[in-house]
């Protein structure tokens, strides 16, 4: 897969694709009008998504707004259980919104500019809302408020706080543990309660409005990854910014991992247009929010080391690698000197954390449950005691996990040896392994290397493969941010409705409940594709 030049963005692309490439599509020529409809109906989801949210979402424990007022029927009993049909009613038609739009972009209808007016309106109204599908906004306002008064929090979690107000709205599991995130996104928490206070809605909303600079750098970022690494500008903004993963979990949540991937992004996109300084301190500035971004610094010392000029691949690696610490050292310690007045690294300790999650989504997790399930089933009907819980199987098949990463993340490392569009890619492949091996597996932390991936050519079967894991994910939690992992009928028919979202891309009937013949499902005339059934959605 390796390529020769970093200039040349048609080199080592995946043969066969449908989704086209950054050459078919540069000027972003629109065959139709303005998918306004599409574009309306995802809008009015989204306004459901967050008016709901505020009876079934990530409520405050006492709300001062609806908490005691006449509507705050919609948070307790039959009042609550219709305000969560409603939420998932507006994330339907969000979906069903992005669907359409996707096949739009497929049958290159529409341009890069209707995706983002589309990702735009379906994300301004949960600017105001309240959290979605997670709590997690509230322990960073917890955790900026720990900075702020001077306490460590990578020594203790937020029950320290003398604050109930802000404490009672931190999950329980979290109260008492320590932050796992870096002294950067902790300088920007501090900024945001030094504002807001003990006001939890404005400090929400702040938070969100704050790490969408995220949001920002990664639209700045896509279009030369684009050209870079030969995907189609608005099937990539239609995948990484439109779909429900960024609209609802990233936006919606909010999630600070949006603030680290466009960091991240940014600096690949240095790096690759020869910016190496700004690049690794970009890149370094994204491990500042979260660690798992020093994942992709190795890969970049290769990108920088085919940049360097006439030395041996020794001497040019040697200097890359020199230059890219040195430069991670002084921003990294900077950071922290400016967070907490010294140098802090509790925060590696802090990671530990997430590992008390453990659920199936996490594979090697839900392989030790399967084991424990298996290995133990003889001992009960023999009526034997065995372990009631599967803490210790699952403890094994996570060390094995990780011991498999190691592996794979020193074998991809080795392989971008020769740097340029090669290293890009195999830092997407190790972002999403690591996500899907490093317990615990959230939906979100998928966005990680997706994002990255998402500037590449892609076939259409692939994108509807993406559009059914992209409702699953969202969906394998509920509104106040449980997992529903273990509800089986909930997630059968969870597992349905994603098949049929993906499905849905490739096809207008995909039940085939209509019999009638429909001349847009015939081939077309042209050059024949290996998915004739691809159909133009209806006009707008």
Known sequence: MATTTDQAPNVDRPEGRDAGSAA????????????????????????????????????LIRDPVLGHGPLSWVRYGHGRGMVTVLLYVGFALTVWAWVRLGRHVLAKRVGTKPVLVAAACWMAPLLISPPLFTRDVFSYIAQGMQTLQGQDPYGIGPIILDMPIIVQNVHPVWQTTPAPY?????????????????NMILGVILMRLSIMT?????????????RHLGGRLPVTMWLAIASPLTVV??????????????????????????????????????????????LALPFMVWIWAKHLPYDSAIKRFLRAGFSATAIFAVVFTAVTFITFGRFNIGWLEGLEAPQIIANWMNIPTGIGELLHKIIGWPFIIAGVPFFDHSTGMVAITRAIAMG??????????????????????????ILLTAAILMPPTLPWYLTWGFTLF???????????????LSVFLVVAYDPTGEEQ???????AVTAFLAWLAGRSLLTPDPLGLFRRKDPTTEPQEGPKTSHPRLVLPDKE
């Open 24 to 59: 078919d599509d540069q000027a972003d020529p629109a065959a139709g009008p303005f998918p306004w409809r599409t574009v309306l109906l995802g809008t009015i989801g989204a306004i459901l998504l967050a008016a709901s949210a505020t009876g079934a979402g990530g409520v």
């Open 485 to 491: 992992m273990y509800n089986w009928p909930f997630m």
């Open 454 to 468: 998402a500037a590449m050519a892609w076939q259409h079967r692939y994108l509807a493969i993406v559009v059914g």
């Open 214 to 226: 995220g949001l920002g750098l990664v639209l700045w970022a896509l279009p030369g990854l684009c």
């Open 404 to 429: 498999v990463l190691a592996v794979v993340y020193v074998r991809q490392w080795w392989l971008a040896r020769h740097g340029g569009l090669d290293a890009v890619r195999r830092t997407a492949l």
């Open 182 to 198: 870096g002294p950067g996104f902790l300088l920007l928490a501090q900024g945001i309660v030094a504002i807001a206070g003990s």
């Open 249 to 294: 979990h990233l936006v919606g949540g909010p999630h600070n991992d949006i603030l680290m991937i466009g960091f991240l992004l940014a600096g690949i996109l240095m790096m690759l247009e020869r910016k190496h300084l700004l690049g690794i301190v970009f890149v370094t500035l994204a491990m500042t929010v979260k660690a798992t971004a020093g």
